[in-house]
């Protein structure tokens, strides 16, 4: 029991993930009609946030100490990040806490490429066929990728977790376990809960001001709103910023569980059309039902007594559900009648 | 009657004459080889190595490293710098004026840590480039198949950091010699400490790296653990790269096991062996025993890269710079001074790797490679670091002492990751090469 309630909860956690890529996926899809496959590279942009953060909080003084010597006899250097000797240990802590607070830079960066990659581009594109969105997207995409690789190279960046939050949380003792029968890494709860945030966010969002109470009518009948006098043009392009920052942000708290590379976003891109496909093509509730449902079937085909049983079943389960899913249900989990049919 | 007559002079004529017809198959065999080999350094006009290792990938900054070794290798082979191991290397053959008197160049090539681009990469430098001898790898799959290709087009490889048992074993090749130790002989050495550790009754459980390397590893870890009286409770297969492994770390701890053995190397086990502490694995008790993580290779970059979650882990290792022997102090030497960095496992071997090519190709006078592999079998060497050393003959695998460690509860400095807690000596990792199977092939090469 206790070994299925730990894997449930990897799997919530790695659904969290998916949920967040495919609600961004479904946003842009929802309301501007476009099938993106640069979100994926979206994803890996706001990892390379938080490596770029750190990178520049931790830009060393070197100092030398000529009463040390190194085994090849020159003086050992000692390294000191800028910010901890203009703020101390409050810059001490900075540095530890890089990935959450490279949330502050990742915001407004994604923000802004988001609204610039659809303007500059994905609005040229809004009344071709979904079969040119996608190969001008997965163009973008391949070149986003290469560009990070032409900065950061090819290989992955780890991103620590700040040192506090290394250890497991005993949550065992919540359920009345005895100490220490479930336990699960801290950061993990933590990108849980700000992945459940994020979607709860956008959500209310969307449904509770007027800017979403627009955007949902435009998602309903885009004509009809513009008619109305609302520039729902101008608002889409906001929503396809939001998308972006959805991405990016989820791609920054999840590199301490993941070491990022340029590859990244292509590797996340397949997975999270399946969630998106399984939900349903245009539907956040599915996206997100979608993506927790197969990070917890992936998660529960890893355990051993199944994989026993057939191996490499966990790494094919989240195709198999999703061919089966769509046999039973073509639209998918929450798919409406008319999208992407025509 | 013809009288014989014979005089000082005529016997001198006679007696050179017959010299030089005795001699004269050997002077056009020996002509004869400067065509019949792959990439003769006379055909060519230079000496080539080839350096094949991973610059890209997952296992890319122990193949940088690697790298790192192989270019002081040249330089010292060439006369430069301090000439490093080449001082304490001995039988000395090596003069430092290059090989066979000329100096030697290099190319280098990116296996991606792949096995596919480093065949490629490997058929390339051969090819296109004119290298006499490839060297260079951290995967088992990438050795195999580099050793594979060398083979079939008579191009002697010398392997980087290949620790599966495949490589000197059922695939071992003619042309192919590893200096680095294997997973067979991680499992001798490593099972005394573990009894002496962690006792005869514990439950194991293997998270493996799924390819070559990884199942010899653990096959050979759970046969060594099994023969101290360990069960082992379950084996599990991961994607190579995979990064997140919490799905597979997750179901250890309701396993019943009282163990984890992690078969993953490189960026695999930078990310699995932290994430297991993150889990608490190492923080519960299990079977009323303190739960504990073994890692059965280690390297310096990787303790480096899991940070404060390799104190205390348990491993092997081929070499380390802070051994005291003048060997590995010169190296270290030489490398700090070259880097600024102390010298990894990685660098160490191939640098070594560089050094026993060309001192082969030295004693045997020439670079046609029968002579050459020849001059490496059987080959008894000390002076770099690893104690008296036996290139055997009869599989290619170099027999040395080997080194367990343990990660360092209190390190000095970012480097000092890993404390030295026995040494294995050679005769007790000696094992008897016809427990694999395979044949190391012909001497006589293809053309390329």
């Not at chain 1, 609302?230 to 939001?242: A, E, M, S």
């Not at chain 1, 927790?292 to 198999?320: C, H, N, R, W």
């Not at chain 2, 060997?327 to 191939?350: C, I, L, M, N």
Request: glycine share 12%; charged share 15%.
């Amino acid at each position: 029991m206790t070994a299925m309630l730990a894997q449930l909860l990897n799997g919530l956690d790695k659904g969290g993930a998916y949920a967040l890529i495919a609600l961004g996926l479904t946003l842009v899809f929802g309301t501007l009609g476009v099938v993106n496959f640069a979100h994926g590279a979206l994803f890996m942009l706001g990892c390379f946030c938080a490596v770029t953060f750190r990178y520049l909080i931790t830009i060393e003084t070197v100092t030398v100490d000529p009463t040390k010597l190194t085994p090849w006899g020159s003086p050992v250097e000692v390294r000191t990040p800028l910010v901890q000797n203009w703020f101390g240990d409050f810059g001490a802590v900075m540095v530890d806490y890089s990935v959450p607070i490279s949330l502050i830079l990742a915001v407004p960066t994604m923000l802004a490429i988001g609204i610039a990659m659809e303007r500059g581009l994905i609005k040229h594109f809004y009344k071709r066929t979904h079969a040119e969105q996608i190969l001008v997207t997965f163009g973008l995409a391949i070149v986003l990728q290469e560009v990070v690789k032409a900065f950061f190279g090819a290989n992955p960046y780890p991103q620590p977790i700040p040192t506090d939050l290394r250890s497991a949380a005993d949550i065992g003792i919540l359920l009345g376990l005895e100490p220490r029968t479930l336990t699960y890494p801290w950061w993990r709860i933590i990108y849980l809960a700000f992945s459940l945030f994020v979607i709860g966010g956008v959500f209310a969002f969307l449904q509770f001001t007027t800017f979403g109470m627009v955007v949902r009518a435009g998602m309903a009948d885009r004509e009809t709103v513009g008619l109305m006098g609302i520039d729902i043009d101008r608002r889409f392009t906001i929503v396809f910023g939001l998308a972006a920052v959805v991405a990016g942000v989820a791609g920054v708290m999840y590199t301490p569980l993941l070491p990022p590379n340029y590859h990244l976003g292509m590797d996340f891109l397949v997975l999270s059309f399946v969630v998106v496909v399984v939900g349903g093509m245009g539907s956040l509730p599915g996206a997100v039902v979608a993506g927790f449902l197969l990070g917890i079937l992936q998660s529960i085909a890893s355990m051993t007594e199944i994989k026993s049983l057939i191996p490499g079943i966990d790494q094919v389960i989240i195709y198999l559900v999703a061919v089966i899913i769509l046999l039973v249900l073509p639209r998918g989990l929450m798919g409406r009648r008319g999208v992407m049919e025509s | 009657m013809t009288k014989f007559h014979m005089n000082r002079r005529t016997l001198i004529k006679k007696a050179g004459l017959g010299a030089a017809a005795l001699s004269t198959p050997y002077f056009f065999t020996k002509g004869a080889w400067a065509d019949s080999f792959c990439n003769n350094p006379d055909t060519v006009g230079k000496i080539i190595f080839g350096f094949n290792v991973p610059q890209t990938g997952s296992y890319a900054e122990e193949g940088l490293e690697q790298l790192s070794g192989y270019k002081l290798a040249i330089k010292h082979l060439n006369g430069e710098g301090d000439g490093g191991l080449l001082n304490t290397f001995s039988p000395k053959t090596l003069k430092g004026n290059g090989v066979l008197g000329r100096k030697v160049e290099y190319v280098t090539g990116d296996t991606q840590t792949n096995t596919d681009a480093a065949r490629d990469g490997a058929r390339r430098m051969i090819e296109r480039d004119g290298v006499i001898m490839v060297t260079g790898c951290v995967t088992t799959g990438e050795a195999v198949a580099q050793q594979s290709l060398c083979q079939e087009m008579g191009v002697i490889y010398m392997s980087g950091l290949t620790h599966g048992n495949e490589t000197t074993g059922k695939d071992k090749r003619r042309y192919g010699f590893r200096h680095y130790f294997n997973a067979h002989q991680t499992g001798i050495a490593i099972a005394p400490i573990l009894e002496r550790e962690y006792g005869k009754e514990r439950r194991a459980y293997h998270i493996t790296a799924d390819y070559n390397w990884g199942w010899s590893q653990e096959a050979s870890m759970k046969a060594a653990t099994e023969a101290l009286g360990w069960e082992t409770v379950a084996a599990i297969r991961t994607p190579l790269g995979l990064g997140d492994f919490s799905q597979y770390l997750t179901p250890v701890a309701h396993s019943g096991a009282d163990i984890l053995i992690i078969n993953h190397y490189g960026h695999d086990m930078v990310n699995s062996l932290p994430q297991a502490v993150q889990f608490g694995l190492r923080e519960r008790m299990a079977n009323d025993k303190q739960f504990e993580i073994i890692v059965p290779m280690f390297s310096e970059l990787m303790a480096v890269g899991a940070g404060d979650a390799v104190k205390g882990i348990i491993g092997t290792q081929n070499w380390n710079w802070q051994l005291d022997d003048a060997g590995s102090q010169a190296f270290t030497k030489s490398y700090g001074e070259e880097y600024g960095v102390p010298p990894s496992q990685s660098a160490h071997t191939g640098y070594v790797q560089a050094l026993l090519y060309a001192d082969a190709v030295e004693r045997a006078g020439t670079f046609y490679p029968p002579e050459v592999i020849k001059a490496l079998e059987g080959f008894e060497f000390d002076g770099m670091g690893n104690g008296p050393t036996l290139y055997r003959a009869e599989d290619h695998q170099c027999m040395k002492e080997v080194l367990v460690v343990r990660g360092n509860e209190n390190p000095s400095s970012r480097f000092d990751v890993l404390n030295l807690i026995g040494k294995t000596p050679r005769e007790e990792a000696t094992y008897d090469p016809s427990i694999f199977e395979g044949e190391l092939g012909p001497y006589e090469p293809n053309q390329c």
